[in-house]
């Protein structure tokens, strides 16, 4: 046999191998995202018509069910309705699949002894179909009969001759090409064909890129340009999708982030502070590693950036920082995928400690919790938050200088006074300021003795946003109280020295994604080597180690418990995570060391042989540490004295893929104003919480199932991709004043002296 020959039966034998391996992961890919959106609508429909499907049965109103399954027929794919009784006896039927649906299929009668939806692929009248059955229960809990969701699955077949003839096609001209490439020498012309190709799939073809002129690839070159328009049209089609999705507002994800924020800027630039950077270097031995520092401000906020290749303006925390950064502390990150600019800040330890563990966390942050410690206040650390709040205010002037309007986004209650700072040198920039912990009454905010050179610089801001309502309302009547201003408590919005505010509240959240669990599933003696095999029952607390947590009130709750169920005592057990924070200042170590004495003493106490019921792990943990914590625990308690919102809550739900677990949550949290199939707790009520820890324990699984399917359905609706797009887009549609003048507006009578 020739060369050639062995060559092209060689190569077609491959190349069609390949090819065929890929065709059928991709159909098979392919048919199972079909199959999971067939079950999804046919849930969503199902679930819809549950509750005035219920009430005509409870009412016996037989003509009006037939008339509503008559509705869903001649929908695209959806062969229609059918009602059964509590015997498997068909009530209502389509009129359009009666004739094929003469008995009830199997799912409907397993949905109703098993009391769950039950979902299958079957063939109806020869036809293949998917069904839905979902049963009905009265009032009472008395299951009337089921209701079933058909729908015409016959579509699910073309994948594979799809597939099988691309596949085909795509072998063949890779078989012909290669054999003519073998025949002739190439040489120079396959460079220059190489190039070609390249500046043509990367778009960066121009008048002096010529494709090949030589005879032989002729053909080549009029197959790969019809390619590119086609490529073209695809991303162009890709695109408008995802701009009707927003338009439909479909679910938020990171690709419809980026189109909003493509949008919304214009071919504008988004600029953030914050005091805590997304990325740190530090010296790991003789080498710089790169970390992203624990923190839900930092998840919450790269994806904006992410998608508006935008400049993050933030304090330099770590060693190597200087090094891995150009001359004026710029770089790019993510380090492995560069999207978008990185602006470092140094502060001297006394800028350090005046700004942020004096004023902004001995002060501003009891202030704003209501947990029962005292703010302090000192001039000195106030200078000290004026005078960094300035130096980033210069910095954010520096990188917008060559924006018109930049929209600027402050973070948190470190840089209060920085928007009046921008607004005054840069009258065109839409601001808005996030606060992510809670806003106290009129009376408590008060104690501040600059709250008025505080609420001033917020109100330089175009957009003030907080986690829920009752926040943004206690802002208004603090600056009701304590300023001179017009509150347009209608549409909350504060009118200041010619500047107009507005209000908002933008509940913060995490990104949850797919339905599908991590890809190895983590067994109970790898979660806590500690203590060898897993205990019969698991409990987890995720926190900072801060006094608004409510940490050791929760620590007495487990104690209380196993008071009052001692059968529980050696089957179950709580483990803490914990990490340090602010180990600066004396009322974070006194905590720390209380945390620890409690759960010294419980242990002490309950301890038998190797069981213990509580773990305290004192230490930082990666995001990649605490997921298998919570896949595996049977409850966790967030019970925060106070919270503006607590992600720890929606991260717990957002990982149970597995729609098991419970979660017990403080009611002075945000989270439980979204979360309301969490058990919400008061964190002061020792016996409430000790029973709430029973009352999980001892929970159905169908129950569980349902509480968490509810609020997996909350999360993934107002997913962090949303807070990011809802807040932006808020901001982007501001309408500048035109009367804003560019240099420092006078004070009126009584005003507060400029804080800068």
């Given at each position: ?103 009830a299929p199997a799912a409907v009668r397993r949905a109703i002894e098993s009391r769950r939806s039950i979902g299958e692929f079957v063939e109806v009248g020869g036809v293949p179909m998917h069904i839905l059955a979902l049963p009905l229960k009265s009032a009472g809990g008395r299951t009337l009969g089921a209701i079933g969701v058909l729908h015409n699955v016959s579509f699910l077949a073309s994948p594979m001759w799809r597939h099988a003839l691309t596949s085909t096609a795509q072998t063949l001209l890779i078989v012909g090409i290669t054999l003519l490439v073998y025949r002739w020498s190439l040489g120079k012309p396959l460079q220059h064909m190489a190039q070609w190709l390249h500046d043509l799939r990367t ?19 009029n197959e790969m340009a019809r390619m590119a328009t086609s490529l073209h049209a695809a991303r162009a089609a890709a695109d408008e999708e995802a701009r009707l999705r927003e338009a439909a507002l479909s679910l938020w994800t990171p690709e419809r982030l980026r189109i909003a924020m493509h949008g919304k800027l214009n071919g504008g630039r988004l600029f953030a502070v914050s005091n805590r950077e997304p990325y740190e270097h530090r010296r790991d031995g003789g080498s710089i590693a790169c970390s992203v520092p624990p923190s839900g401000l930092v998840t919450a906020l790269e994806p904006v950036l992410r998608a508006s290749d935008g400049t993050w303006i933030a304090q330099a925390t770590g060693d190597a ?436």
């Amino acid at each position: 046999m020739h060369l050639s020959h062995r060559l092209l039966l060689s190569l077609f034998c491959g190349v069609a191998a390949i090819s065929a391996m890929f065709g059928i992961y991709q159909v098979h890919v392919e048919m199972h995202g079909l199959k999971e959106d067939v079950q999804r609508q046919a849930q969503l429909l199902a679930e819809s018509q549950q509750r005035p499907v219920t009430q005509m049965m409870e009412d016996g109103s037989w003509r009006d069910l037939q008339a509503l399954a008559d509705q869903f027929q001649n929908h695209a794919r959806l062969a229609g309705l059918a009602i059964y009784d509590a015997l498997g006896e068909p009530v209502a039927v389509t009129s359009a699949l009666a004739p094929r649906l003469i008995t009830a299929p199997a799912a409907v009668r397993r949905a109703i002894e098993s009391r769950r939806s039950i979902g299958e692929f079957v063939e109806v009248g020869g036809v293949p179909m998917h069904i839905l059955a979902l049963p009905l229960k009265s009032a009472g809990g008395r299951t009337l009969g089921a209701i079933g969701v058909l729908h015409n699955v016959s579509f699910l077949a073309s994948p594979m001759w799809r597939h099988a003839l691309t596949s085909t096609a795509q072998t063949l001209l890779i078989v012909g090409i290669t054999l003519l490439v073998y025949r002739w020498s190439l040489g120079k012309p396959l460079q220059h064909m190489a190039q070609w190709l390249h500046d043509l799939r990367t778009g960066n073809a121009s008048a002096d890129t010529t494709p090949p002129t030589e005879e032989i690839f002729r053909p080549l070159t009029n197959e790969m340009a019809r390619m590119a328009t086609s490529l073209h049209a695809a991303r162009a089609a890709a695109d408008e999708e995802a701009r009707l999705r927003e338009a439909a507002l479909s679910l938020w994800t990171p690709e419809r982030l980026r189109i909003a924020m493509h949008g919304k800027l214009n071919g504008g630039r988004l600029f953030a502070v914050s005091n805590r950077e997304p990325y740190e270097h530090r010296r790991d031995g003789g080498s710089i590693a790169c970390s992203v520092p624990p923190s839900g401000l930092v998840t919450a906020l790269e994806p904006v950036l992410r998608a508006s290749d935008g400049t993050w303006i933030a304090q330099a925390t770590g060693d190597a920082d200087r090094e891995t950064a150009d001359e004026h502390g710029r770089l790019r990150v993510p380090p492995d995928h560069p999207q978008y600019n990185l602006r470092r800040v140094w502060l001297s330890k006394e800028e350090e400690q005046g700004f942020y563990f004096g004023f902004a966390n001995e002060g501003l942050w009891p202030l704003c919790h209501i947990a029962h410690t005292r703010p302090v206040f000192r001039t000195d650390d106030w200078e000290r938050y004026r005078d960094v709040n300035r130096k980033f205010a210069t910095v954010l002037l520096e990188e917008a200088s060559s924006e018109t309007e930049p929209l600027v986004l402050a973070q948190d209650y470190h840089f209060a006074l920085l928007p009046r700072m921008i607004k005054e040198r840069k009258p065109n920039a839409r601001i808005a300021i996030f606060w992510h912990i809670p806003w106290p009454n009129p009376e408590a905010f008060g104690i501040c003795p600059w709250q008025r050179e505080v609420l001033d610089g917020m109100l330089g801001a175009d957009l003030i946003g907080f986690h829920i309502q009752a926040h943004c309302n206690n802002f208004l009547a603090t600056v009701d109280r304590a300023l001179e201003s017009r509150i347009d408590w209608e549409h909350f919005a504060v009118s200041r020295r010619d500047h107009l505010t507005a209000v908002r509240p933008f509940p913060i959240s995490v990104a949850l994604n797919g339905d599908s669990g991590c890809a190895t599933a983590t067994q109970g003696s790898a979660v806590l080597p500690e203590l060898g095999a897993k205990p019969d029952f698991l409990g987890l607390g995720v926190d900072r180690i801060d006094y608004t947590k409510g940490i050791p009130e929760r620590l007495r709750a487990i104690e209380r418990f196993l008071d009052l169920f001692p059968a529980y005592q050696e089957r179950f057990t709580f483990v803490q995570i914990g990490a340090p924070s602010r180990t600066h200042i004396k009322r974070y170590q006194d905590l720390a060391a209380e945390v620890e004495a409690e759960t010294e003493r419980i242990n002490r106490r309950f301890k038998t042989g190797s069981w213990r019921p509580i773990v305290f792990r004192n230490r930082q943990h990666s995001h990649e540490e605490i997921q298998p914590y919570y896949r595996e625990a049977d409850l966790c308690l967030v019970t925060s004295l106070h919270d503006g919102m607590n992600l720890v809550a929606k991260e717990y739900v957002a990982t149970r893929y597995d729609e098991q677990g419970v979660l017990i949550l403080s009611r002075f949290t945000g989270a439980s104003h979204e979360l309301r199939d969490a058990l919400v707790v008061n964190p002061y009520d020792t016996d409430e919480m000790a029973k709430a820890v029973h009352t999980a324990l001892t929970m159905p699984s169908d129950e569980q199932r349902t509480r968490m399917q509810r609020m997996r359905v909350v999360v993934r609706e107002n997913n962090v991709y949303r807070w990011a797009g809802d807040l932006i887009g808020e901001l982007a549609g501001i309408r500048l004043e035109k009367t804003a003048k560019t240099s420092r507006q006078r004070f009126r009578a009584g005003d507060p002296a400029p804080a800068w």
